[in-house]
Structure formats: C-alpha cells, structure tokens
C-alpha cells in the first residue's frame, strides 16, 4: 500500500526537492558575494587584506616570500592551473572527448556553460575595477584588475562544471566524491597560490570562489533542469561510453 506513495515522494525528492537545495545554495553564495563585495568597495576588508598579505613575506625584505626557497616555484606552476591558456585546453579536451564519444548537446551545454562564466568574470572585474595589491612585490605578471579573483573564479567555475559531469559517468558514489574533491582541491590551491604570490587580496579570492561556486550550482541546475525535459539530453546522460 506505501509503495505507490514512496515512490512519489521518492520522484519529488529528486525532481524537486535537490534542484531547490541547490538553488538555495546559488541563493546564499550571491548575497554573500553582495556583502563580501560591499565590504571590499567601502574599504572595510583593505586592512586585514594587507596584513596577511605582508605576513607572507619576510619582514627584512618584502620581496623574498616565506617558506623554502622551491615553494614559490611550486606556487607559480600551480597557479597556472587556474590560468586562461591551461583551463582553455581542459575544455577543449574535454568537448573533444565529448563529440568523439557522440555527445553533442552536452559539449555544448559545457562549452557554453564555462565561457558564460569566464564573460561573468571579467564583467565582474570591469565593475569592480580594484587594484592589484602595492604593499609587496609581486612574484607573478597579471594583466587585469584585482576582484574577484580571476584564477579563483575561473578555476572554480571549470574544475566543478567539469568535475559534475564527469560525476555523472561514475557508477559509484566514492568515485562521484572524489572527482568533486579534486575538483575542490584544484580550486584551493589555485586561490591561495594567488595570495602567496602577492597578486591578490584574500577577499579577492574569496569572492572569486564564491561567485565561482554559486555559477557552478546554477549550471548544475540548469543541467537537471535541461534533461528533464530534453529526452536527447537524458539519453545521452545515460548513454554508456563507447
């Protein structure tokens, strides 16, 4: 007798029930890049900005930052993980492989949904217009302006859109974790390499990250929304790799 009615309620929590969650989280990530963005144009955040930034120098000279002398290095190649050349190519590849393995609407849908983000940024940067930090040398070239964080929230946008779907290829849910935490993983340490190189402010980062994560839980829930009433989309989802 309970079983027509689990199975319901089963549908809606899937149909209705995630996608709305989600939607609540793009809700609470917007208003709190509002507020982290508000702070950072009255200048509220501009001190503890500077002393962390400061704090990862050596105070004898600004210009030699702390720790071994190979973790700058190491910082500037990860770093370029979150840059426009290294996250053009994942995409590429990536669409690549999904038109090779014969689907189509969902390059589309990915390529789409990256560049849309990568527009947001520089939308967002052009708005803002901050300017880069003065207070160290920096360790690394940049060529635009300061918040958000363009390798933070670029990295953030890529390495999750990317990381769902191939979410959506596993079978298991310990793979579908670990994919989502490289992805996380990936985003981190690309934001905290730009603070460590002095190329940014840490209220730059975390709003890169948080405007990343909230178009990152859009497009998610926009891709549940598509291929609930695209059949090509949902067959494709489901299609096995060939």
């Known amino acids: 007798m309970l079983r027509g009615p689990l199975r319901v309620l089963s549908g809606w929590d899937v149909m209705v029930t995630r996608p709305l969650g989600l939607l609540l989280l793009v809700v609470a990530c917007v208003l709190g890049f509002v507020v982290l963005s508000d702070e950072v144009h009255e200048g509220d955040t501009q001190d ?3 002393r962390i930034v400061r704090s990862l120098r050596r105070e004898e000279d600004p210009a030699l930052p702390r720790g071994p002398w190979w973790l700058a290095e190491t910082a500037r190649d990860v770093t ?9 190519l994942i995409t590429t590849a990536v669409c690549g492989f999904l038109l ?3 689907r189509y609407r969902t390059s589309l849908f990915v390529l789409s949904s990256i560049v849309g983000g990568w527009i947001l940024n520089a939308l967002l ?3 803002f217009h901050r300017p880069r930090p003065s207070v160290v040398p920096h ?15 670029l990295s953030a946008i890529t390495y999750l859109t990317l990381g769902a779907l191939l979410a959506q290829f596993a079978e298991h849910r310990r793979v ?6 490289v992805a996380l993983v990936l985003s981190v340490l690309v934001g905290c390499t730009r603070v460590y190189l002095g190329v940014h402010y840490p209220s730059d980062v975390l709003g890169g990250w948080v405007a990343g994560l909230a178009w990152a839980l859009f497009v998610t829930v926009a891709a ?3 291929r609930r009433r695209s059949p090509a989309l949902r067959e494709e989802a489901q299609r096995p790799v060939e």
Not at 81 to 87: K, Q
Not at 176 to 181: C, D, E, I, Q, T
Request: glycine share 8%; charged share 15%.
């Open 176 to 181: 579908k974790v670990y994919l989502l935490a």
């Open 80 to 88: 370029s993980l979150g840059g426009f050349p290294v996250l053009s």
């Open 125 to 127: 940067k052009n708005l």
């Open 48 to 50: 503890i900005d500077e």
């Open 224 to 226: 549940r929304t598509l």
């Open 139 to 153: 360790l690394t070239e940049t060529m635009s302006t300061s918040f958000p964080s363009g390798h933070a929230m």
């Open 100 to 102: 090779v393995a014969r």
